[in-house]
């Protein structure tokens, strides 16, 4: 497993953007770089939910509610991926979560707020 920390959440009114950072702070770059990274959301009473992952073939997919809106990018260098969220609606509020898969293993990141609202 590795750490994850996401960063970037807040308060944001309907319309605006929010750039998400998931970082992996004390991974090697050689370690980092076997992980299949993604986004995920969770809104209080609901289920966790898929919102943007990398393939293993190195594309991306995206949940139907973001496509267009939402893109996820990753810098190896940095060991940090990204989610950039544009024209954020206020159904978009939840708490994002960075996950990361690699074989049999699974890592969370502790989640980031993000609160769209007028």
């Known amino acids: 497993q590795v750490r994850l920390v996401e960063s970037g959440g807040g308060l944001v009114q309907p319309g605006g953007s929010l750039r998400l950072s998931c970082a992996a702070p004390?991974?090697?770059?050689?370690?980092?770089?076997?992980?299949?990274m993604g986004w995920y959301r969770q809104a209080p009473g609901k289920q966790r939910e898929l919102v943007a992952t990398f393939t293993n073939s190195g594309g991306t997919n995206y949940a139907d509610a973001v496509k267009g809106r939402f893109t996820i990018s990753k810098n190896n260098s940095r060991k940090t991926v990204y989610l950039q969220m544009n024209d954020l609606k206020p159904e978009d509020t939840a708490v994002y979560f960075c996950?990361?898969?690699?074989?049999?293993?699974?890592?969370w990141g502790q989640g980031t707020q993000v609160t769209v609202s007028s």
């Open positions: 004390g991974t090697i770059l050689s370690t980092f770089t076997l992980y299949t």
């Open positions: 996950r990361g898969t690699a074989g049999s293993t699974e890592s």
